[in-house]
């Protein structure tokens, strides 16, 4: 079983099997046919046109055709071998050694003794008493030098086609993984969003049935925009002031006088942002911070160039939420598959700043 074979010897195999289907084996043949011509019209244009010139050369024709064919196979399947013993990503120097090693090793080879059987018995160059070893190696010079330039552009073509296909995977996964990373994020919005509504609905059932009735109302409102842009990746700025104004109006059933905001814009309609950037960082605002009808809370929304500024007054509540590791930390990977630049946080003159970089909207947006 293949198994149980060595790898080397299980390769090769493989090799042999890709080398020597049927459907390119006539291939192969026809053209190194063509190769032998070739070489033989080179020298002797018209010696296909008369049996008599031909007679003179099938010898040079013949010798053409096997080497090249022994030379041109041989060196295909030490590519293909050492394509699978040593991928040029992986092993680029063994690969590249070995390449050299074994075609130079192999068409000298190849070359000396076709060469002596040539000599020996269709040349009649030499006897068997005197044999020119060193007329013979001279002769493998150059069937050598071919193949070691066929070597070198099929190891170049081999490595440029290793490396474009490794780019394009590279490529692929990297797209693969951002969006899965960037749709994962994405679904955290909708879970997060209705539970923290469902909270603040709670509460406000017991308090007041008229309002729990409007704030159910809006609420159906903003999630069918919840809904809406839940598989975009960008969304034009002003969908998402609008509805961060309809957050607030949900927000205002809630608290009442408890809170004032403000939206300040320049020029909206040139830019985009990931939706509900807006409703997770007005959420922050009002789920770290305490807001009273003496200490009402203050949102603004400021637009400035290309940056969102959104801050509100810093009055801490004494205990804490519990984090669910979403909110800002989500805006940040959010943008950075838009942009390079950073979503800044800080602390300024009593109030909690964060500063959003906006996308400008491309011409097919």
Request: proline letters at 3%.
């Amino acid at each position: 079983m293949k198994a149980n074979r060595p790898e080397t010897v299980y390769f090769l195999n493989r090799v042999l099997d890709d080398a020597f289907e049927l459907k390119n084996l006539w291939k192969f043949f026809l053209v190194n046919l063509v190769i032998a011509t070739a070489v033989v019209l080179s020298f002797c244009p018209n010696c296909f046109f008369s049996w008599e010139l031909f007679t003179g050369v099938w010898d040079d024709w013949l010798y053409s055709f096997l080497i090249s064919s022994l030379l041109s196979g041989g060196i295909t399947l030490i590519i293909r071998f050492s394509e699978k013993m040593f991928p040029w990503l992986e092993k680029p120097v063994q690969r590249l050694l070995f390449d050299l090693t074994a075609v130079v090793i192999y068409s000298f080879v190849v070359s000396f003794i076709l060469g002596t059987i040539f000599a020996l018995w269709i040349w009649d160059y030499f006897t068997f008493d005197q044999i020119g070893w060193a007329d013979i190696a001279e002769s493998t010079k150059l069937p050598t030098y071919i193949a070691l330039g066929l070597t070198v552009f099929f190891t170049s073509r081999a490595f440029l086609i290793e490396w474009k296909q490794a780019v394009i995977e590279a490529e692929r996964i990297k797209r693969e993984h951002l969006a899965g990373q960037y749709q994962s994020l994405k679904n955290q919005l909708n879970p997060h969003f209705l539970f923290n509504s469902l909270n603040v609905l709670s509460n406000l059932v017991y308090e007041d049935a008229d309002q729990s009735n409007a704030f159910i109302e809006k609420l159906s409102a903003i999630y069918r925009y919840v809904l809406d842009v839940q598989n975009e990746e960008l969304i034009d700025l002003e969908e998402e002031i609008a509805f961060a104004q309809k957050y607030m109006e949900l927000q205002a059933i809630r608290f009442g006088k408890k809170f004032h905001f403000a939206f300040e814009f320049s020029d909206p309609k040139a830019f985009c942002i990931p939706p509900l950037t807006l409703q997770l960082l007005i959420e922050n605002a009002f789920k770290h911070n305490i807001a009273t009808k003496d200490s009402p809370l203050d949102v603004f929304v400021i637009q400035n160039d290309d940056r969102l500024i959104v801050k509100n007054t810093l009055q801490r509540r004494k205990v804490e939420s519990a984090e669910s590791g979403i909110g800002l930390e989500n805006i940040r990977k959010r943008c950075a598959f838009f942009t390079d630049r950073e979503v800044i946080v800080k602390e300024e003159g009593g109030f909690f700043v964060v500063d959003v970089p906006l996308i400008i909207k491309s011409n097919n947006q």
